[in-house]
């Protein structure tokens, strides 16, 4: 199930269980300050932002990949 789920959707999944949250706090009684409410959507919305950037797109450079890029211009001449 996991090697199927996009960043999208986990995205999504993580807003979702966000206002889920929000929703029970509403639902509670819950009457937070303006700034504990401001911190709390950020600290919400670090975790996606954290998935976005850090998301394997392909496997990483091997050394000789990196080795032939650098050596490309020498033509065979060290």
């Not at 979702?16 to 639902?27: D, F, G, L, S």
């Not at 300050?33 to 911190?39: C, D, M, P, Y």
């Amino acid at each position: 199930m996991f090697n199927t789920i996009t960043r999208t959707q986990l995205v999504g999944y993580w807003f979702a269980a966000v206002a889920v949250v929000v929703a029970a706090a509403v639902v509670m009684g819950v009457n937070p300050a303006l700034s504990t409410t401001a911190v709390l959507l950020a600290l919400s919305a670090v975790p996606p932002g954290i998935i976005v950037a850090l998301w394997r797109g392909g496997p990483p450079q091997t050394v000789a990949e990196i080795l032939y890029v650098t050596n490309k211009g020498t033509e065979g001449r060290s």
